[in-house]
């Protein structure tokens, strides 16, 4: 695809784009990547979604390491994709940058925060794009648009020079069409380590019970097809205090960092943000440090109990989001419902650090839904693997 490539769909940051050729040879060359605009590129400004944070922000000095070792792998960047303001929103909707379209459902969000990156992929622009998901902006961006998407277990990507959010959830994760391309991004990007088998699968009762009936059918069909991969599949609760309380736990111990992250600049320069983002900020500087306490001690029990149920090997398997992506023109108050139902799911490997594959499984009224598989910290290869083996099973983009 040549430099300078026409948007179709609002990916990309507005202005002049950021492009860069990757080295002439390596396992990712011929291949198209885009980056989302939190992550630096030197001699570029880092918006990260906002245009007082552009404002205030000098051009960087430096490319993040992870998109360098893409470009010495032979990829080549074609450009910045646009971002929920400072990361922190899960629709996909930028009211000063505009709204990317879903190219999947054009009536529907994209999903955020990486909104551009997912948007670029399911437009076919690029072959694979960088995010971030801290609390789902990988996972459910690539469910609302149809493709495949990984959070990486926690620490196991370079977050040197990204704009931070909650630092001890945020992770580096990526999109593609294809998942044999998914997993060559992991090649390059993951440490070494990691590969082997993995079994039984393990149906997680409180995602499927989560989900809305036209979602878990359309994507319980999947099972059968998966157990030809990892065996037969048993049904056991992980959270029986509730998705309710993973989300409350999440959002208290996600927000404390929030505000230690960005609180100073928030407070300094006043920025005007766009709908649910000043609220949620908000809602951050007025968190009980009593409750953020008990958050990051629920969050260590969890970890506890989740790792030692993977521990040899297992992979839970769920509804990515518990809806497709809600409409353009539906209610702030609604899209909030749908955020705290989809955060409770979300906040399984958010809260354990796990490693995420989102599959697109099925549609659900004509929209995308997303099938994820998540395996232990540090088993990223192996997930990439099985999941290239069970988009074949599923008849998927290989």
């Known amino acids: 695809m040549p430099l300078g490539l026409e948007d179709s769909v609002g990916a990309f940051v507005p202005g002049d784009r950021v492009e860069l050729v990757g080295a002439t040879a390596g396992p990712l060359a011929e291949l198209d990547f885009a980056v989302k605009d939190l992550f630096d590129v030197a001699g570029a400004t880092t918006g990260y979604g906002n245009p007082d944070w552009a404002r205030t922000h000098a051009p960087a000095a430096a490319t993040a390491p992870i998109v360098m070792a893409l470009l010495q792998a032979g990829a080549t960047l074609r450009g910045k994709t646009k971002t929920v303001e400072l990361a922190y929103g899960l629709t996909g909707e930028n009211v000063w940058y505009g709204t990317p379209i879903n190219p999947a459902a054009p009536d529907r969000f994209p999903g955020g925060s990486s909104c551009g990156s997912a948007a670029a992929v399911a437009a076919g622009l690029v072959d694979f794009a960088l995010g971030t998901d801290t609390g789902g902006s990988v996972r459910i961006p690539a469910s609302y648009c149809g493709i495949f998407g990984i959070r990486p277990s926690w620490g196991a990507v370079n977050l040197t020079a990204a704009c931070p959010l909650g ?84 959002r208290a111990a996600q927000a404390e960092e929030a505000w230690a992250s960005l609180g100073s600049w928030v407070e300094a320069i006043r920025p005007t943000f766009g709908p649910g983002v000043g609220e949620r900020f908000a809602a951050a500087k007025a968190t009980d440090p009593a409750v953020a306490a008990e958050a990051r001690a629920f969050r260590g029990l969890f970890r506890q109990r989740v790792q030692a149920l993977l521990a040899g090997g297992a992979v839970l398997v769920y509804p990515t989001s518990p809806v497709p992506a809600p409409r353009l023109d539906v209610a702030l108050e609604a899209q909030q419902a749908v955020r705290e139902r989809t955060m409770g799911v979300t906040a399984i490997a958010g809260l354990a650090g796990l490693c995420e594959v989102s599959l697109p499984a099925a549609r659900v009224n004509g929209a995308p839904v997303g099938l994820s598989l998540a395996a232990a910290p540090g088993r990223d290869r192996a997930l990439l693997a099985v999941a290239e083996r069970v988009a074949a099973e599923l008849r998927l983009a290989v």
């Open 167 to 250: 630092p001890s959830f945020d992770t580096a994760g990526w999109f593609a069409s294809r998942a044999s391309v998914l997993r060559r991004v992991g090649d390059v990007l993951l440490p070494p380590g990691g590969e082997g088998a993995l079994g039984p699968l393990v149906k997680v009762q409180e995602a499927w019970v989560n989900a809305v009936p036209h979602t878990a059918t359309a994507l319980v069909g999947a099972i059968a097809k998966i157990e030809r991969v990892l065996g037969p599949c048993l049904s056991m609760h992980v959270a029986p205090e509730g998705l309710t309380q993973l989300f409350e736990n999440f």
